[in-house]
């Protein structure tokens, strides 16, 4: 059959499977377009009679989109480079370096993945209002400098490398951070975008926490900010989806840019399934 096929079977199963992932995303854009009685009408259109911008242009008019997702732009940034910087060099530290309680201090760490965020919330307000940084957009990315598990991605990564690279950069003099930064590091440029699309997915997404620890609508985050279309008794609709198509873009073209370095990760380091 595969001789027969221009492609391989396997795809006859993906591509309807990828059409059913892809269906809810093609119905919210083309609902952003939609006026809102068509929107309202039952038996719901999947497809609108007509264009109608009203939406967006009653979001950018009504709403302050754009400095959401600046916000939202610069918590993802920060997080990423913190991600990078923190969790490369955990990971490495325990996947290389030999020192007394690595492999406790190592399952400590995977063991904060167990604690369910709901616990931390409380916690972390009371100590970030004490330093002051309570209802500012620090608020939203502190929690995001660093994770579990970034530094078990990358630990991961590195233990899949050959130690004899390290040893030979050493043998030429390079230090044990010279052999890190040098070396290793170029090499883990796949395991680096996973990490960071992973990040950007997590930071640009999050709701809850940015949800209790910021009031000021001028700072939120594009995820609080969409909230605001969705009352008691009336949701905007038109809003709604316009707000949450302009909110997808950037992920989706993210994901596009690394998805080929973020495979390559999955397979190099072990992390398949």
């Not at 950018?60 to 969790?87: F, T």
């Not at 167990?114 to 209802?135: A, E, H, N, W």
């Not at 990564?157 to 130690?163: H, I, K, M, R, S």
């Not at 680096?192 to 949800?211: E, G, K, R």
Request: a positive charge.
């Amino acid at each position: 059959m595969r001789r027969r096929l221009p492609f391989s079977p396997w795809h006859l199963f993906l591509f309807p499977v990828a059409l059913l992932f892809a269906l809810p995303l093609v119905q919210m854009v083309l609902t952003s377009f939609m006026p809102d009685k068509e929107i309202n009408k039952f038996p719901p259109r999947l497809i609108p009679n007509s264009i109608d911008l009203t939406g967006y242009q009653k979001l950018l008019s009504e709403s302050h989109i754009l400095q959401w997702m600046l916000n939202s732009a610069i918590v993802s940034a920060i997080s990423v480079v913190a991600h990078l910087v923190l969790c490369s060099l955990a990971g490495y530290g325990f996947a290389r370096l030999r020192f007394p309680g690595r492999t406790i201090g190592f399952v400590a760490v995977i063991a904060t993945i167990m604690v369910p965020i709901q616990l931390l919330m409380i916690p972390t307000y009371l100590m970030f209002s004490r330093i002051g940084i309570v209802d500012t957009l620090a608020a939203a990315f502190v929690p995001w400098l660093a994770s579990a598990f970034g530094i078990f991605l990358m630990r991961q990564f590195f233990l899949a490398l050959p130690a004899e690279l390290e040893e030979a950069a050493r043998i030429d003099g390079c230090s044990t951070f010279g052999a890190f930064w040098r070396v290793v590091l170029p090499l883990a440029r796949p395991a680096l975008a996973t990490l960071a699309v992973f990040t950007v997915l997590s930071s640009w997404n999050d709701l809850v926490w940015p949800l209790i620890a910021i009031s000021d609508d001028r700072v939120y985050t594009v995820q609080v900010g969409l909230t605001t279309f969705q009352g008691t008794r009336r949701i905007q609709w038109q809003e709604l989806m316009a707000g949450n198509v302009m909110a997808t873009a950037p992920l989706l073209v993210a994901f596009l840019v690394a998805q080929k370095r973020f495979i390559a990760t999955m397979t190099f380091s072990g992390l398949k399934g």
